[in-house]
Structures are given as structure tokens and as C-alpha cells.
């Protein structure tokens, strides 16, 4: 029993941490989309600053930058790449959780078939001489969720 209960409390406290690393992934991108858009317009101010432009326009454009310097938001251009490498690491983040969501489609039973499928190749190719395996259909019965398994048990044997 108390095996049952540390194993469910395992799986309850993996969603859990799932939950919560999708939820910090989402706030994160929102962090890093806002972030590049805040400072989307210091590119744009770089370009300007290199055209020719008279005195009074270019110490606007001086007063400007030193504005987004004074909020935080002055990208010059070797954050730019960081932008980069932080969009990279959350692309990989969401490939982690989507992994541990569902191993893209890969469940424990799929994993069983293809090894057992792999060994019967196997068998094949080197001549084994085994007999085909029998199977115990009751052993199904714990992990389809629907109330039709008699019926299908049935038509199994047939």
C-alpha cells in the first residue's frame, strides 16, 4: 500500500512541477517578447544617428538614446545576439516540457511493443526457433479505460 501511495504522490507531484514549469515558460516568453519590443527602437535610432544629419537633429537623436540608456532599454548591437541565444534556450525549454508531457506521442506500452517487435525481427532474421508468443488478454484489462473490454476480450479469442 505504501508503495501505491509513494508512487501516486510521485505522479501527482510531477504534473505538478509540469504545471508549474509551463506556467514560468509562458511568463518567461511574454518577459522576452516584451523586452524586444522595448527595445525595438534602438536599431532603428542607430540607423538614424548615421545618416548625415544637422546639429539640432542629431542631438535629438543623442537625447533620445540617452533617454532609452537611462530606462534600461539601449540595446547596442551585441545584445541583440542575446535576444537570440534567450529565444534559442526557451525553444529548447519548450521542447523539454512537451517531452515530459507526453514523450511526443511515445508512452511505456508503445516502448514494450517496439522492443518486443525488435526481438521477433531478430528471430527472424537469425532462425530462433521459438514458438509464437501466447498472450494473457487479461493483462490488458488494467490500462483500457473503457467499459467494452469483455466484449473485445471476446473478439480476441474468436
Known amino acids: ?23 514560468t515558460w509562458s511568463a518567461m516568453f511574454a518577459v522576452l517578447i516584451t523586452a524586444a519590443l522595448l527595445g525595438y527602437p534602438t536599431p ?11 546639429i539640432n537633429q542629431r542631438e535629438q537623436v543623442n537625447e533620445a538614446i540617452l533617454f532609452l540608456f537611462y530606462t534600461g532599454l539601449r540595446i547596442n548591437e551585441n545584445n541583440v545576439t542575446m535576444f537570440y541565444l534567450l529565444i534559442l534556450g ?20 508503445k516502448l514494450q511493443k517496439f522492443i518486443e517487435l525488435d526481438m521477433r525481427r531478430e528471430a527472424i532474421r537469425a532462425d530462433w526457433d521459438i514458438p ?26 474468436n
Open 90 to 109: 526557451l525553444a529548447i525549454e519548450r521542447l523539454a516540457i512537451n517531452w515530459q508531457e507526453n514523450r511526443f506521442g511515445c508512452t511505456h506500452f
Open 44 to 54: 532603428l535610432l542607430n540607423n538614424v544617428k548615421k545618416m548625415n544629419l544637422d
Open 132 to 157: 509464437n508468443p501466447t498472450y494473457d488478454i487479461e493483462r490488458y484489462r488494467r490500462h483500457y479505460f473503457r467499459t467494452d473490454f469483455n466484449d473485445l476480450k471476446k473478439l480476441m479469442q
Open 1 to 23: 500500500m505504501a508503495r501505491l501511495v509513494t508512487r501516486n504522490y510521485k505522479k501527482e507531484t510531477f504534473y505538478e512541477f509540469l504545471a508549474a514549469r509551463r506556467y
